[in-house]
């Protein structure tokens, strides 16, 4: 071969290898590049797309891809989703999911993934909401538990003076309070069955009724549970201390009332003090009253969950992303967004957190419970809220309502006992 | 060469039987074989047909059955008879009939969850316009609960879907009007037929391949109308409301029990399909 011929070839092997390895690097960083899918109910909040742009700077090649689903929607997209087998990689949840999604296998338990230094962060209260069967599906994202609120000034004007202290003083507060069309004594969301129970369960504790009896067993009909209903029906049809549209009204539009100044008292979240305040109210949170003989005193401890799906093909990346977002300043950055209690030991000290109303529910984190881990718990607590709706449209008696409900779910569950 | 005719005939008509055979062949037959099942969060697990006779006892299921008829004859009624009406006014080419047909063709073009939304917010008892425009000229001294009251909020979600789906019935038969010969009606005038023995002898007679086409879709539309349902009442207050599509949307999607959503859509599809044939029996003529 001449040398100029070899030179040639050189060049033009040279040039191969070049093009092949520029080739095999764009190939590398084509599959370097990895899209996080997180699904996220609710309103675009603000802070998730601090969240997003922080995450992506720190982790180069990745992309973080938001799904919104609205709060009234997100059962059924999730379920559709799980169904097609096309879940986003990380979810937000209402804890109630938990359960079913574990016993569906949909969900990743995150028990591998956590350290010890990661469990202990979380406020065990709020981790036990993702808890199922001794593994955790998922870290608590935002707690937002439900206490009374009462208007301060309707309340004096009532000529009372200080907060109810029992479930009757509650009625017979509304009572007063009640001025319609102007001003409702008392509102609740019966317009949507899960708010029904998310709202009034704390009542429900207070008069002895529960969803299951001591030993686990369906209890929907209990002589305590009939009570309750008869009392809280009784105040929209007797007292009418509710207006005629709490039939259809869900809980959001409650809190909305009571911010145009609507309601005298109801049960909301921490945000209720802003929104009151906002259009220049005075609303405040009050501790639950002592509890009916037989009762429990308990507020009812809402954690919505952060989970990872089985299908994730990003899981360590996906964890990392929960990680992230246990960072305080992160956290926090939620709280303060959405008006919830904390949910990490970290921020749990900051001044933010004991401030008002926030430091009025910390108070109250000893009487925390949470709702039946039923994995059919959708089915029990929509049906819960039909047989009250039927009571408060005259359909039925609070004890016939409740009695048909306890055999429809005895039919209908797969197994009608809490799991052990 | 006949043979090859025939060749290319099956070749022909073969993406459609696929289509047909893939996206309706299949589902149906899957959702006949799914309602034998019962399926639950432990799996499915075969139950013959209990989830069949299991409606037999289900008081939710009467209810729903009976909302669903009462749905399907009140939509039906409402959008041919005023269909037919307006079309009777709107088949005289004036200015004012003109601007009408390009009105409700807006109508008829609102996507129905925008059009439910919308509409909701009319009936809202705290901020609607309607309630705002009777308590102005004082027809009522407070609100009405439009979308409390079970049988308000049956009438509010017929008012709705009546709303969007009516500028179809009256095109269909604005159409239909507009093929029948006027050398009949002016033979008629002629013979001196009254304006009702024409619509009788003449009109109801011509139009009736039209009447037929209308009456079927409308009957699977009404039974099939979701949106205005779900948006409007969510099939409440305490289920009140709730038609057979938006109790099978909830059973499967809502609560995941596939095998009862698809007992019910089978019972759908059975009860659509002898009301469609014997929809067809009553208006087929030779003629069409």
């Not at chain 1, 009462?150 to 004007?157: C, E, I």
């Not at chain 1, 008869?230 to 007292?239: A, G, I, P, S």
């Not at chain 2, 599809?269 to 469609?276: D, M």
Request: aromatic share 12%; proline share 5%.
């Amino acid at each position: 071969m001449r040398p100029g011929r070899t030179v040639k070839v050189l060049v033009l092997l040279t040039l191969l290898a070049v093009v092949a390895g520029a080739t095999g690097l764009v190939a590398a960083t084509a599959s370097a590049a990895v899209t996080l899918k997180v699904a996220w109910m609710g309103g675009n909040m603000k802070v998730y797309k601090v969240w997003k742009e922080t995450f992506e700077a720190e982790n180069p090649g990745v992309t973080v891809e938001y799904q919104l689903i609205p709060y009234a929607e997100g059962p059924t997209v999730y379920n559709t989703m799980i169904q097609g087998g096309n879940t986003p990689d990380l979810g937000y949840l209402f804890m109630g999911m938990i359960p079913e999604y574990a016993e569906r296998k949909a969900l990743v338990a995150l028990d591998e993934y956590m350290k010890p230094a990661d469990r202990a962060n979380w406020v065990p209260a709020a981790l036990d909401a993702a808890e199922y069967r001794g593994k955790v599906y998922g870290v608590p994202l935002i707690a937002a538990n439900r206490t009374l609120y009462v208007r301060t000034d309707l309340m004096k004007a009532a000529g009372v003076h200080e907060a109810p202290r029992t479930w009757a003083q509650v009625r017979d507060l509304a009572r007063k309070m009640n001025k319609p069309p102007a001003v409702q004594g008392f509102c609740v969301g019966f317009g949507r069955p899960k708010h029904i129970m998310q709202e009034q369960i704390s009542m429900m504790w207070g008069y002895g009724a529960d969803f299951f009896d001591k030993d686990g067993r369906l209890a929907v009909n209990s002589p305590a549970a009939v009570r309750y209903v008869t009392d809280l029906t009784n105040m929209f049809l007797q007292d009418k201390v509710m207006a005629p549209s709490n039939v259809t009204m869900n809980a959001n539009e409650c809190y909305a009332a009571m911010a145009a100044g609507k309601v005298g008292m109801m049960f909301s979240l921490p945000g209720q003090t802003k929104m009151c305040a906002d259009n220049k109210l005075e609303c405040l949170p009050i501790p639950n009253p002592e509890p009916n003989a037989g009762g429990q005193k308990n507020m009812l401890l809402i954690v919505d969950v952060f989970g990872m799906f089985a299908n994730s093909r990003n899981k360590d990346l996906a964890y990392k992303f929960i990680q992230f977002l246990q960072r305080p300043e992160h956290r926090q950055l939620m709280d303060v967004e959405f008006g919830g209690v904390p949910v990490t030991m970290k921020v749990g000290s900051d001044p933010y957190y004991q401030s008002a109303p926030l430091k009025d529910y910390i108070a109250q984190t000893s009487t925390l419970k949470l709702t039946p881990k039923h994995p059919e718990w959708t089915k029990i607590q929509d049906g819960w809220g039909e047989a009250v709706q039927k009571v408060i449209t005259g359909d039925l008696t609070p004890e016939k309502s409740l009695n048909a409900l306890q055999d429809r779910l005895m039919k209908q569950l797969v197994v009608p006992s809490l799991p052990k | 060469m006949e043979r090859r005719m025939r060749i290319l005939a099956y070749v022909l008509i073969t993406p459609a039987t696929a289509w047909l055979l893939l996206f309706f062949g299949y589902p149906i037959l899957d959702t006949l074989h799914t309602s034998l099942f019962k399926t639950s969060y432990v799996g499915e697990r075969f139950v013959g047909l209990a989830n069949y006779t299991s409606l037999l006892e289900d008081d939710l299921f009467h209810l729903v059955l009976t909302n669903t008829i009462v749905w399907t004859l009140a939509n039906v009624s409402l959008n041919v008879v005023l269909g037919l009406g307006v079309a009777l006014l709107l088949s005289r080419s004036t200015r004012l009939s003109e601007c009408a047909r390009t009105t409700l063709i807006l109508a008829w073009a609102t996507p129905f969850v925008v059009a439910g939304i919308t509409w909701k917010w009319i009936f809202s008892s705290e901020y609607g316009h309607l309630n705002s425009l009777l308590l102005s000229v004082r027809l009522i001294d407070a609100p009405v609960q439009w979308l409390t009251n079970a049988h308000s909020a049956f009438l509010a979600a017929l008012i709705a879907r009546f709303w969007s789906a009516f500028p179809f019935t009256t095109f269909a038969f604005l159409s239909g009007l507009q093929a029948i010969p006027a050398e009949l009606y002016e033979a008629a005038l002629v013979d001196g037929a009254t304006a009702r023995q024409r619509f009788r002898s003449i009109t109801l007679p011509l139009l009736r391949p039209v009447m037929t086409a209308v009456l079927l879709v409308s009957v699977i539309w009404s039974f099939n109308s979701f949106a205005f349902i779900y948006v409007m009442t969510a099939g409440g207050p305490a289920n009140k409301t709730q038609i057979m599509v938006t109790e099978i949307f909830r059973r499967g999607f809502g609560y995941f029990n596939f095998g009862e959503a698809s007992t019910l859509a089978v019972v759908a599809f059975v009860f659509l399909t002898v009301v469609s044939v014997i929809q067809w029996q009553l208006f087929y003529r030779e003629e069409f």
